[in-house]
């Protein structure tokens, strides 16, 4: 189907008096008029502040709650099986919601739809602070991930439209601080969770996106530029926009579909697995008859490279999620932390994902930091099975930081994977889909979770978590080491 939407600019429309786009851009013409009254080389820091305010509260999100999974189960009476939902309705929003709003923002303009997203942001926090009962929780932890998922696609499209307005690309340190933003974000996540829960209590973490969003409101509103007039239809003279809205329908289904399979593994409901495989295959059948589908699926099965970055992207992040969530509980419930000391244990875990994020982002190769992530994870999957109620700390530090360093090289390196073999005309579906992966990946660490601890975490549930992490481990390692395409990118 196909909407045609009107769009009115905020400043009036210059003569397009057309000059040569720089290459590589992948932007219409850049104007006589735009390149004449260009300020100074653009790219300033009013412009990216909010943008890297607004791209750090999704992946923030992902990872601040494990530590108050915990006190949020106690305080409602449910376990871990029930709580793991706060998890994967972010990740099942966001997987649905990042790609559409790429394409709001490419169609109606990139600071409409920025600023829409913290509006949604700043709701699903009061919703969270005040929510009485636990479907109140989840309500507004869908919310969440629809809100934070229209940062990230629109600063890559605000930061396109002022390649186009200055007349060159991109400077790497501006995309480099907006990868370390969501990378450190995340990284930090447990720990500020902890002292959250510690300090204010678990309503805490639902709360910090208030302040946080409404500065970067403010912050947009004043500094991201109007959006310039996006391409407009020949024939309708608007633009053209083209979101599927039965392929986002039948993916969200059968996502949703799987998640509740999933998160009941313990009792498996084997019937929802008929309409989940209708609903794929219906979703498939669609895809390829459309001219402009919500996935791709040819552009994926004509690209074997790219879609062994997708699988693993998505296993690497269920292991790095069964920690994030997994081990954090087990800290609190089995060993009895306090959810400020469990942050504090975690601390080692952030700090290596930080300083290794900005490592794999000088790296040139991928291959390397790759294979040295993949086998780190195993190691720390094969630490934990050994754990127990007596194990010293200084080994429980140890277990984070060897899922801290991958976590920082896994993100830098397959992104850089994703820009080698996507093709150059669909980067931008081809980086959420990226994303996708990586959420379906938590949603399935989620559900691990739940099936290795049924209602409270104990040493034989992490021990269980642990060996289907090393196994796992064991499969990235193979799909690293043998992938040919990585070996003309060492």
Known sequence: MNVDVKVTSDRPAPEATAVAAPTGLGLPPVTATTA?????????????????????????????????????????????????????????????????????????????????????????????????????????????????????????SVLRDESRRVGRVTPRPVLARLSFAALGSAAVGPTLGGLLVMVVGWRGIFAVNVPVALVALGAALFWIPADPARTRDADAGVPRLDLDPLGIGLFSTALTVLVFFLLDLSHPLWWLLAPFAVLTAVLVWWQLRRPQPFIDLRMIAGN????????????????????????????????????GYTGLLMLPMSVAALVCSLLGARTKGIRGPLTLACVLLTVGAAVLMFLSGSTPVAVLLLAGACFGIPQGLIGTSNQAAVQAYAPPESIGSAAGLQRTAQYIGAITASSLIALAYGQSASVGGLHLMAAVSAVLGLLLIILTVTDRALRTRT
């Not at 100074?40 to 999704?58: D, I, M, V, Y």
């Not at 793991?84 to 649905?96: F, H, P």
């Not at 998505?314 to 009895?336: D, H, K, N, P």
Request: glycine share 12%; charged share 5%.
């Open 304 to 339: 074997a490279a790219l879609a062994r970055t997708y699988l693993r992207h998505g296993l690497s992040y269920l292991l790095i999620y069964c920690v994030m969530y997994g081990f954090t509980q087990w800290l609190e419930e089995a060993r009895g932390y306090s959810s």
């Open 36 to 156: 004449a009254t260009a300020p100074g080389p653009g790219f300033s820091g009013r412009l990216t502040a909010p943008l890297l305010l607004g791209s750090l509260l999704n992946p923030l999100n992902t990872t601040m709650i494990s530590t108050a999974l915990v006190a949020i189960g106690h305080q409602f009476g449910i376990g871990a099986a029930h709580t793991a939902w706060l998890i994967s309705v972010l990740y099942l929003a966001s997987a649905v919601a990042q790609p559409v709003l790429g394409k709001l923002a490419d169609a109606l303009g990139p600071r409409r739809v920025f600023v829409a997203g913290l509006l949604v942001v700043i709701a699903s926090g009061l919703v969270g602070m005040f929510a009485p009962n636990f479907g109140w929780l989840i309500a507004s932890r869908l919310l969440l991930g629809i809100g934070t998922s229209a940062a990230y696609p629109a600063a890559m």
